[in-house]
């Protein structure tokens, strides 16, 4: 019963501060990041990120990305395929090295500057996503690549987070990475499989379902699925909703009103839990003690995805004006960089010390981001 006060007071408080950003014209879902840091140990301490709530926020991300899977243009992706590649390597390679070198300055030793560097490597979209979507730019030639960019990247950071874990922690073998590169080829031949064969299926299946809202649940089940599947072969779990909401947006029998369904249903309830949970282990302690740290970790990790995917930008075609909006939305770090440096900190890669500190820039960027994706937006229109 205590969770669900908590809940009923969390998305009252949205409500508010999401009225209040808007009426001041700024990304609502900073304010919804803010609002995490305030209720969570930073403030108030109020809430905890308990299992509820972190299964709430777990759920969040995974409807949040199956929307932006829903509403990609399939053709658009598969078109901006190489600049999507170009933009996720560059806006790797930048941030690691600002990273490390910011790391290897302030006297922290070379495997944990190391594995920093990975932290700040991995891109999470989901607050891109949101941003994307309220001002009508999800669609767009360069939000297509964003959210392309942002699956190459994940898969990359994943990559480069096995190898050094492995290699760091001396548990490195060439069965295992043969192993994962194995349940990835598994996981891209079932998405054709699903996509071609299965989805269709079961969604013209629905039609014959006398059930309320039928093609939502099936809708609903294929993304939790595939979103299960994708952590399973050791990918993020919302790879594998994005990966879902497009074969059931492509699928001949998909009707519209699933979308809005299912955006009634996510933003009702289980997407503001998200943003709000990103904040909630933020304290003010490490803030004080590793400033400096903090500050250039954050600065180091704006400008590294910035100029970073925004050259990879560049040097697809793109100009200044897309190439900033494209580098804009890679900023953001969100739970990838915080999955990232849980599992560093599980394996002893990122000590105590400096745990903290990489958190609190993550969720610093993460509430930056969203500015420098609006602005960017705001100067180059569709």
């Known amino acids: 019963m205590e969770f669900i006060t908590l809940l009923a007071l969390m998305l009252f408080l949205t409500l508010i501060i999401s009225h209040l950003f808007n009426r001041l014209n700024l990304p609502a879902v900073v304010g919804q990041l803010i609002l995490g840091v305030i209720l969570g ?55 690691v090295a600002l990273t490390l070198g910011t790391a290897l300055i302030f006297g922290i030793n070379l495997k ?18 949101e941003v994307l979507k309220s001002l009508n730019y999800l669609s ?39 192993l994962l590169l194995a349940m990835w080829i598994f996981f891209g031949v079932l998405i054709v499989v699903l996509h071609k064969w299965v989805i269709p299926q079961l969604m013209k299946l629905s039609d014959y379902v006398e059930a309320t809202h039928a093609q939502t649940i099936f809708a609903l089940v294929i993304c939790f ?53 990103i904040g909630l282990n933020l304290e003010f302690n490490s803030f004080i003690h590793d400033f400096w740290l903090i500050a250039l970790f954050t600065i180091t990790g704006i400008i590294g995805k910035l100029f970073g995917a925004g050259f990879g930008a560049r040097i697809s075609g793109f100009d200044m004006k897309d190439s900033y909006v494209i580098g804009s939305g890679m900023i953001s770090r969100g739970e990838m960089a915080l999955i990232v440096a849980q599992v560093g900190y599980g394996v002893h890669l990122l000590s105590e010390e400096y745990y903290s500190a990489v958190i609190f820039s993550v969720i610093l960027i993460t509430i930056i981001a969203p500015f420098f994706l609006k602005h960017s937006i705001s100067k180059n229109p569709l």
């Open 41 to 95: 140990k930073g403030v108030l301490n109020i809430v905890k990120p308990t299992h509820e709530v972190e299964l709430f926020a777990d759920i969040g991300v995974i409807l949040l990305m199956f929307l932006a899977g829903l509403e990609s243009d399939l053709k658009l992706l598969r078109k901006h395929l190489l600049p999507s590649i170009n933009v996720a390597i560059c806006g790797v390679i930048l941030p």
């Open 140 to 178: 767009s030639t360069s939000g297509t690549v964003i959210l392309g960019a942002a699956v190459a990247d994940d898969i990359l950071a994943i990559s480069i987070l096995s190898v050094m874990s492995g290699t760091l922690t001396g548990d490195f073998s060439l069965k295992k990475i043969l």
């Open 225 to 277: 699925i595939m979103a299960f599947i994708a952590d399973k072969v050791q990918l993020d779990s919302v790879l594998g909703a994005f990966v879902a909401g497009i074969a059931v947006s492509n699928a001949a029998d998909f009707d519209e009103k699933v979308s809005r369904n299912i955006e009634l249903i996510g933003y009702s309830v289980f997407i503001p839990i998200f943003f709000i949970s």
């Open 112 to 129: 944990e500057s190391i594995f920093m560097s990975v932290v700040f490597a991995a891109t999470s979209v989901s607050i891109s996503v």
